[in-house]
């Protein structure tokens, strides 16, 4: 059974920084590129970023520059490390499965709250 599971949320003040983790299980990690989604409150699902098998990152417009995505392969765990963080990037966080290929998020995701 895939499993995912994210952490790392939190509240935080504009300008500060978070490192999200997802922990993974039930399938071969490695074999496969992965993303980061966010949904705020009232919106739809919106990509962040994605990293394939051999950890090339690609991003958003809206948070290059900030955030770095990354991943241990040893451990089954990807991981979003997140700067000069935002209001508009409070959400909840999900990771994914694939890059940009319409994954509905199966965790139950972590919550980012940017507000001073």
Same mark, same amino acid.
């Given at each position: 059974?895939?499993?995912?599971?994210?952490?790392?949320?939190?509240?935080?003040?504009?300008?500060?920084?978070?490192?999200?983790?997802?922990?993974?299980?039930?399938?071969?990690? #490695? &074999?496969?590129?992965?993303?980061?989604?966010?949904?705020?409150?009232?919106? *739809?699902?919106?990509?962040? /970023?994605?990293? $394939?098998?051999?950890?090339?990152?690609?991003?958003?417009?809206?948070?290059?520059?900030?955030?770095?995505?990354?991943?241990?392969?040893?451990?089954?765990?990807?991981?979003?490390?997140?700067? #000069? &963080?935002?209001?508009?990037?409070?959400?909840?966080?999900?990771?994914?499965? *694939?890059?940009?290929?319409? /994954?509905?998020? $199966?965790?139950?995701?972590?919550?980012?709250?940017?507000?001073?």
């Amino acid at each position: 059974e895939v499993q995912v599971v994210e952490s790392g949320g939190g509240l935080v003040q504009p300008g500060g920084s978070l490192r999200l983790a997802c922990a993974t299980s039930g399938f071969t990690f #490695s &074999l496969n590129g992965m993303s980061w989604v966010r949904q705020a409150q009232g919106k *739809g699902l919106e990509w962040v /970023s994605g990293i $394939t098998t051999s950890s090339f990152p690609s991003y958003a417009d809206s948070v290059k520059g900030r955030f770095t995505i990354s991943r241990d392969n040893a451990k089954n765990t990807l991981y979003l490390q997140m700067n #000069s &963080l935002k209001p508009e990037d409070t959400a909840m966080y999900y990771c994914t499965i *694939g890059i940009r290929n319409g /994954s509905v998020p $199966t965790g139950q995701g972590t919550q980012v709250t940017v507000s001073s």
